[in-house]
């Protein structure tokens, strides 16, 4: 069973950046790819980013590519989002998620999720 607690959300302006951390526990890290979600108000919970198990792969939402980079430490067991030019659209809740299957991350069924951690952008 995979705990996660994400970090990092607040108030920024647009334009500005936030980074985002996911700390997990009670299981192997690495033999989990992790991801990113949010959802914002009225709205499905959509995919942002994702990384294999040990780093070497990533993918993003179209939206987010050349303003967002997930990273993770295996060595601690984290996963980062470090958002650049974020826009007021991209106010939400953040989602740390996790699955032994990348692909699965990918296509927004991970079998594990975080509480979620709120970030919003002011125009």
């Known amino acids: 069973q995979v705990q996660l607690v994400e970090s990092g959300g607040g108030l920024v302006q647009a334009g500005g950046s936030l980074r985002l951390s996911c700390a997990a526990s009670g299981g192997t890290f690495n033999t989990y790819g992790m991801g990113w979600f949010r959802q914002a108000p009225g709205k499905e919970r959509e995919f942002v980013a994702a990384i294999s198990r040990r780093g070497r792969s990533t993918y993003y939402a179209d939206s987010v590519k050349g303003r967002f980079t997930i990273s993770r430490d295996n060595a601690k067991s984290t996963v980062s989002l470090q958002m650049n030019s974020l826009k007021p659209e991209e106010t939400a809740v953040y989602y740390c998620?996790?699955?032994?299957?990348?692909?699965?991350?990918?296509?927004?069924?991970?079998?594990?999720w975080g509480q979620g951690t709120q970030v919003t952008v002011s125009s």
């Open positions: 998620a996790a699955d032994p299957a990348t692909d699965r991350v990918r296509v927004g069924a991970p079998g594990y």
